[in-house]
């Protein structure tokens, strides 16, 4: 295998990481709200026997700087997600352009006699 193959085949191997990675977080997030969804009637009925309204909304009161500030974190987390991912897609190709086998060269000396 050459240098340019094992460097594809890093990359592949980061993507597809990436990809795997991103479905199980999101499965997990979908599973976690599913469970929460399933029980919603009885948090809503324990909600009301504890004379709790639930259609009583509170208001947020969130001020114009708060929400810059987490529009700030947002954009931070975004920004890391992406400086991760680029460190793991090259430590992946240096992974693979180390590995990568040299074939050897086998030299054969002849001597007549």
């Known amino acids: 295998m050459n240098r340019s193959t094992?460097?594809?085949n890093g990359a592949i191997l980061?993507?597809?990481t990436l990809a795997i990675s991103?479905?199980?977080?999101?499965?997990?997030?979908?599973g976690a709200f599913g469970v929460v969804a399933g029980n919603a009637g009885e948090i809503i009925n324990s909600a009301?026997?504890?004379?709790?309204?639930?259609?009583?909304?509170?208001?947020p009161n969130v001020t114009a700087q708060q929400a810059?500030?987490?529009?700030?974190?947002?954009?931070?987390?975004?920004?890391s997600f992406a400086l991760g991912s680029l460190?793991?897609?090259?430590a992946s190709l240096v992974g693979a352009?180390?590995?990568t086998r040299h074939?050897?060269?086998?030299t054969v000396v002849r001597t007549e006699i």
Not at 87 to 90: A, D, P, S, T, V
């Open 14 to 16: 980061w993507a597809t």
């Open 68 to 79: 810059r500030e987490i529009a700030s974190n947002g954009a931070k987390i975004g920004w």
């Open 6 to 8: 094992a460097l594809l």
């Open 97 to 99: 352009s180390i590995g």
């Open 22 to 30: 991103a479905w199980l977080l999101s499965s997990g997030v979908s």
């Open 48 to 59: 009301q026997q504890s004379g709790v309204d639930p259609n009583a909304v509170a208001d």
């Open 87 to 90: 460190l793991g897609l090259i």
């Open 103 to 106: 074939p050897r060269a086998n």
